[in-house]
């Protein structure tokens, strides 16, 4: 049976089936005493532990400056990650190429950034790189896989509310044909249509395609209507894996009172 360090550590480690009639689900990534320091000595991030199941979604939430995006950041390497720390597969994503990872492990920012040009110069790019050319038909599938018809595939971004900028971003990121998406407070910019939209193309993307989403999201509310599991993180420690209905439970006291505040 392979191993993994760090694999006698059962503090704050994720349990929760999110199919209490299921076989225990598939690890997706396996998070082993992930640690951050800042420059001047303060801790981030304590020694963090958690399974991330495949195909599910897992939500992220707790108090601003708790780690939450520091601990996003690092399963794509947006900052580097001690070796042996974050496995994805049951490989150490350190030991992947950098590229191959961030086109395995997409992430979708809070405020949308699109390049110069078209909404099809924008979702075709990505795969260029790769030497690959998108047709006409596998970008109008994207559009609407991000909810968005295929009138916009010569807009420029100028043209984009935020929110529709916000999908193109998405279309971009679903062209690399990830296996994980990351999303760092997507919708914290957006009216709620536009919130809902991105909310059904994250389940869609789950029930359709299997994929594996973590979200990291102030909204407590946002968490309990898409999240299979959610994972509350108090001063750059996990403190509470829960599911979304059973948030009350939380015994943490830091938890127990952002959940109050926050419902």
């Known amino acids: 049976m392979e191993t993994f360090p760090g694999d006698d550590v059962r503090e704050h480690l994720l349990v929760v089936d999110v199919d209490e009639n299921a076989c225990e689900p598939e690890t997706k990534i396996r998070v082993r005493e992930l640690s951050k320091v800042s420059e001047k000595g303060v801790p981030i991030l304590g020694k963090i532990n958690v399974d991330i199941p495949k195909g599910v979604i897992m939500g992220i939430i707790g108090p601003s400056g708790s780690g939450k995006s520091t601990m996003l950041r690092a399963l794509n390497r947006l900052w580097e990650p001690p070796s042996a720390t974050v496995f994805l597969d049951g490989v150490d994503i350190c030991d992947l190429d950098v590229l191959a990872l961030r086109r395995k492990v997409g992430m979708l920012f809070q405020l949308p950034v699109l390049f110069e040009g078209t909404v099809a110069d924008n979702i075709q790019y990505g795969p260029q790189l790769r030497g690959k050319k998108l047709s006409e038909t596998e970008v109008y599938k994207l559009l609407t896989l991000a909810d968005l018809d295929s009138s916009f595939y010569n807009k420029t971004g100028g043209e984009l509310s935020v929110g529709q900028a916000q999908r193109v971003a998405l279309a971009r990121t679903l062209a690399n044909e990830p296996e994980v998406l990351l999303l760092d407070e997507?919708?914290?910019?957006?009216?709620?249509?536009?919130?809902?939209?991105?909310?059904?193309?994250?389940?869609?993307?789950?029930?359709?395609?299997?994929?594996?989403?973590?979200?990291?999201?102030?909204?407590?509310?946002?968490?309990?209507?898409?999240?299979?599991?959610?994972?509350?993180?108090?001063?750059?420690?996990i403190v509470e894996v829960l599911k979304p209905d059973h948030l009350s439970q939380a015994k943490h006291p830091m938890a127990q009172r952002f959940l109050q505040l926050g419902s």
Not at 186 to 193: E, F, K, N, R, Y
Not at 201 to 218: A, E, F, Q, W, Y
């Open 186 to 237: 997507p919708t914290s910019a957006l009216d709620p249509i536009s919130t809902q939209n991105i909310e059904d193309v994250m389940v869609k993307l789950k029930k359709n395609r299997g994929m594996t989403i973590v979200m990291v999201s102030h909204s407590i509310k946002q968490i309990q209507r898409i999240a299979d599991v959610v994972c509350l993180l108090v001063d750059g420690e």
